[in-house]
């Protein structure tokens, strides 16, 4: 029986060739430069404002729809091979989840490789999170969640804010994350990602990597200890290269005592949750918005019975 696409979805997909291209090939302060310029004219629904704010030195986008909860934040870190900053797409998206859990969006828009390898984005991701404590905001209102490497971000984020004994979020959602840094040399029987070209996953691996071991677990959160950690959700596609790592880690998080809920999109590839206009990419965000708005409400409850 054929597989039926919408037209969107053809559309997206025809521009693949170009998005691995341009990955390739493009030098990366060239794309840097270019990201940086596209993001000073981003038009956002009328209900959501933005707001640049420094978060105890770190730049960061508070994202506000008209509608919401003082006592709800998500703290998003955003995707990119850890060497892309924020995108127009990330902003869209990202002001979607927060209308859909009417909460105050807060994107962290960390240092990056190669000019910062590890641990400078994780550092700026973690000063972000207590910044937000620091403004009086409790840990049972924040939600962590990131897309990519913004999703191995969001790991080890809360993996080092436990081992600092900081107060943890809520809950942690996890969209097509990297899990493991060592292992991409070869990609696994031959598998071509649909829009991750191995010379450039190569290349960012590297770059965040730096002269650190690929091992440490605040690097590849495969090899870490997942015991102690929020509720989690992962969400990957199925046709991604990435799906390996996510399936791996939510099993990790779930023999470790992690709640977990875990789900696989037919036929999608790496966070097609950036294009708003797949009826995919709405069903993934609804199904996090609800999954991050229930833990915040229920470890609120758990702390203040009644």
Known sequence: MPIITSPNERKIRAGFPLIRFLQSYVPIQLAQWALKRSMANVQLDANVRRESTLADGVPCEWLIPESHSKDRVLLYLHGGGFVYGLTPQHL??????????????????????????????LDDC?????????????????????????????????????????????????????????????PPDGFKDPMLPHKAVKFYNR???????????????????WQKLPAMMFHAGEDE????????????????????????????????????????????LDSIAAFLVAHIELVRSQLNPG
């Open 126 to 186: 973690v000063s972000a999170y207590r910044w937000l404590l620091n403004q009086g905001i409790q840990p049972e209102c924040i939600a962590v969640a990131g897309d990519s490497a913004g999703g191995n971000l969001t790991i080890t984020t809360v993996m080092s804010l436990r081992n600092s004994a900081d107060p943890l979020p809520a809950a942690a959602a996890c969209l097509s994350p990297v899990g493991d840094l060592t292992n991409k040399d070869i």
């Open 92 to 121: 869209r998206m990202v002001a979607y989840l927060a209308r859909k859990m009417g909460a105050r969006a807060l994107m962290v828009d960390y240092r990056l490789a190669p000019d910062h390898p590890f641990p400078a984005a």
């Open 241 to 284: 290269i990435l799906r390996e790592d996510t399936v791996r880690m939510a099993s990790l998080a779930k023999n470790a005592g992690v709640q977990v809920q875990l789900e696989i999109y037919p036929r999608m590839w790496h966070v097609w949750q950036l294009f708003l206009d797949l009826p995919q990419a709405i069903q993934s």
């Open 207 to 225: 770059a965040y990597v730096g002269q650190n071991d690929p091992h440490d677990p605040l690097i590849s959160p495969v090899y870490g200890d």
